[in-house]
């Protein structure tokens, strides 16, 4: 569990007096809050108070322009490690970045996870952007204009200035929890794995347990009445789903955390569909020759969908949770009424209502591509 690590509040773009000076804290795993006052109007980057976690000193940068100060539709946040020269060693943390509207509800709402980052002299920092009308479209609620920057940091090693400090970080390394990084290796490994799925002409072998705790579809299919017809095949095949998808749904009952996508393992039909889909508003909305990244991005978007449908169909709510608030972070015009379809579809009324709003703030020229499009 996370241990405090102090608070910075930003006014008029600077950093009040009383919260200047450097927080402490012994843990190697902290989180520190950034309170911004009058988000709406800051104009500047600022920085939080020094604040220190398994042994290093942070710095928690906020931007609300972006990196590089020219752009009004995106907010970014930046974690930095400050080394001096007799740390030799990499500092290897996770981060993870969240954000929260009343910081008296500590509801946080999640941005980004990194895996294992090493910070050293040549690369000392973690960014991370989000748009500012994503924000403002999910849950958080910005109440009198305040936004609070959650910053949680869990140093992975430790960097001992002598000998005589080994056996301290061997110790504080082994508290680390790692359990799902072990059971990533169990799932990647497939050692001891007892049920094997074939998805796509793709065999995936797993672990019957591991299923079976974490969906109750698999509990019904792996231990319930179907379990002597799986025994008589020994192979389960899984229809009208993805290869890639399917791993993605198995990696995170593994891991408890949303995997990228695979991009060497994409079905070609969804690249095509989705290529074709830009030929057809290309006709509708001129808009020149489409960015390679906005058709990365709306590929993206089609294997989220399709997670969402495999995270429901199997009853892994956490997942399906978790697509649905991404879905809604990621609107377009290309996707809106493909999304609205799948909200209606799944029960998924969170999403469903940020398609409307979506919808409802287009001006007509929009309106007309969003009509256009298949869904």
Same mark, same amino acid.
């Given at each position: ?19 200047? =000076?450097?927080? @402490? ?15 709406? @109007?800051?104009?500047? =980057? ?5 604040? !220190? ?10 931007? &609300?322009?972006?990196? %590089? ?6 907010? /970014?946040? @930046? ?7 007799? #740390? ?9 970045? /969240?954000?929260?509207?009343?910081? #008296? ?8 996870? /990194?895996?294992?980052? /090493? ?34 940091? !869990? ?7 002598? $000998? ?16 799902? @990084? ?36 698999? !509990? ?30 198995? =990696? ?12 060497? %393992? ?48 199997? $009853? ?18 290309? !996707? ?26 287009? &001006? ?12």
């Amino acid at each position: 569990m996370s241990s405090f690590a102090g608070v910075s509040v930003v006014a008029n773009d600077e950093l009040c007096p009383d919260t200047q =000076s450097t927080v @402490r804290t012994s843990a190697d795993c902290g989180y520190h809050l950034l309170v911004v006052q009058d988000y709406s @109007r800051a104009k500047k =980057s600022i920085s939080s108070r020094p604040f !220190m976690v398994g042994g290093h000193c942070w710095l928690l940068f906020y931007c &609300p322009h972006g990196e %590089n100060h020219t752009c009004a539709d995106v907010v /970014s946040v @930046r974690l930095s490690c400050i080394q001096d020269d007799s #740390e030799k060693q990499p500092v290897e943390a996770k981060v993870v970045f /969240s954000l929260i509207g009343q910081v #008296e509800l500590q509801n946080p709402v999640y941005i980004a996870q /990194s895996e294992a980052c /090493s910070f050293d002299p040549c690369s000392q920092s973690i960014e991370q952007d989000f748009r500012r009308d994503a924000l403002e479209r999910s849950s958080v609620k910005l109440k009198d204009d305040y936004l609070t920057v959650r910053c949680d940091v !869990m140093v992975c090693n430790t960097n001992p200035r002598d $000998d005589d400090d080994d056996a301290a970080a061997t110790i504080t390394k082994a508290r680390l929890p790692n359990i799902c @990084r072990d059971f990533n290796i169990l799932f990647k490994t497939e050692a001891g794995a007892d049920v094997t799925f074939e998805v796509g002409g793709n065999k995936l072998a797993t672990h019957r347990c591991v299923l079976a705790a974490r969906s109750k579809v698999f !509990m019904a299919q792996l231990f319930g009445p179907m379990k002597e017809a799986t025994a008589q095949t020994g192979v389960i095949h899984i229809k009208d789903m993805e290869a890639s998808v399917f791993r993605a749904l198995l =990696s995170f009952i593994y891991t408890d955390s949303l995997p990228s996508m695979e991009e060497d %393992n994409m079905e070609e039909d969804n690249r095509q569909e989705v290529e074709a889909s830009e030929d057809e508003m290309s006709r509708v909305v001129e808009q020149g020759q489409e960015d390679e990244e906005v058709i990365e991005n709306e590929i993206w978007l089609q294997w989220l969908q399709n997670l969402l449908v495999a995270a429901d169909r199997y $009853d892994v709510q956490r997942l399906k949770c978790i697509c649905e608030e991404q879905l809604s972070e990621h609107i377009s015009v290309r !996707m809106v009424m493909s999304t609205l379809a799948l909200a209606e579809q799944h029960h998924c009324q969170g999403l469903k209502e940020a398609c409307f709003k979506f919808i409802q703030v287009q &001006p007509p020229s929009c309106l007309q591509a969003v009509m256009a499009t298949d869904g």
